[in-house]
C-alpha cells in the first residue's frame, strides 16, 4: 500500500510568486490536513480538508488557500510568496476526521529567495 | 504559554538507557500522537492513544486524562533511536496541535 505522496520534494520560488503543493493520500483515506514547519514557530496547522470540504483552518493569512479534489488528493497554494514563507510543509493523511491514526508525507521544502 | 509543553527539550544518552520524554496539554483532547522526526523531515507517527498505555517493541506510550499528561518511554536505547520525538494532541476533527519536541540523541 503506498504511502502518502508530497510533490515536489523541493522547490525555489522567488519572492511574489505563487506556489502549488500536491499531496496524494493513502489510498482509501478521505482526510486530508496540512502542516508548516519552520525553526522559529515549529509545526503548525494550516488546514483540514475531508470530502472535499475544508474543516477546519489554522491561524494563516488568506495567502495560503488550498482544495481536495473528489479522489482525496489536496493541493495548497500559496499566493505572493514572502521570504517567511520558507518552510517544510508537511500533509497528513487519515481515513476519517478525528480519531484516527495520521500518516504523514516526506514534505516539501520550500525555499523563497 | 504553549497548548501543548514537551519536556526535555534536549536529551543524551547512552545507549542502553531508558529513556522518558514527558507531554503535558492544557486543552481538551479526543487523542495524543507520540511522532518521530528523522533529518530530511519525514515523519512517522509512533503512537495513536486515548487512555491507558501502548507497546510496540522497546517503545511504551502512557497517557493520564484526568492529568492531562502523557509520557514516551524508550527502553535499552539504540543510536538509531536519535531523532526529535513530538508530542501531537487531536483538538477537533483531526487536526493536530503539537509541543516542541524533543532532541533526543543517543551514543553508542
Known amino acids: 500500500k503506498a504511502g502518502v505522496t508530497q510533490t515536489p520534494r523541493y522547490l525555489i520560488k522567488t519572492r511574489g510568486q505563487q506556489v502549488t503543493l500536491s499531496c496524494s493520500p493513502i489510498s482509501g483515506h478521505r482526510s486530508v490536513s496540512w502542516y508548516q514547519q519552520t525553526p522559529g514557530q515549529g509545526l503548525q496547522f494550516l488546514f483540514e480538508?475531508?470530502?472535499?470540504?475544508?474543516?477546519n483552518k489554522g491561524n494563516f493569512p488568506g495567502r495560503f488557500s488550498g482544495r481536495q479534489f473528489s479522489n482525496s488528493r489536496s493541493e495548497m497554494n500559496v499566493s505572493t510568496l514572502e521570504l517567511g514563507d520558507s518552510a517544510l510543509y508537511l500533509c497528513a493523511s487519515s481515513l476519517q476526521q478525528g480519531n484516527t491514526e495520521a500518516f504523514f508525507g516526506q514534505g516539501t521544502r520550500l525555499t523563497v529567495v | 504559554k504553549n497548548e501543548v509543553e514537551q519536556s526535555p527539550q534536549n536529551l543524551t544518552a547512552q545507549e542502553g538507557e531508558f529513556i522518558t520524554i514527558n507531554c503535558s496539554y492544557s486543552?481538551?483532547?479526543?487523542?495524543l500522537h507520540w511522532l518521530q522526526q528523522h533529518p530530511g523531515g519525514g515523519i512517522v507517527s509512533l503512537f495513536m492513544?486515548?487512555?491507558g498505555k501502548k507497546k510496540h517493541g522497546r517503545l511504551i506510550a502512557t497517557i493520564n486524562i484526568q492529568e492531562k499528561h502523557s509520557s514516551l518511554h524508550i527502553t535499552a536505547s539504540h543510536p538509531r533511536d536519535s531523532a526529535v520525538y513530538i508530542c501531537a494532541v487531536i483538538t477537533s476533527g483531526s487536526r493536530l496541535t503539537f509541543g516542541e519536541g524533543t532532541q533526543l540523541t543517543v551514543n553508542p
Open positions: 486543552v481538551g483532547i479526543s487523542a
Open positions: 480538508y475531508f470530502s472535499e470540504t475544508q474543516r
Open positions: 492513544l486515548s487512555s
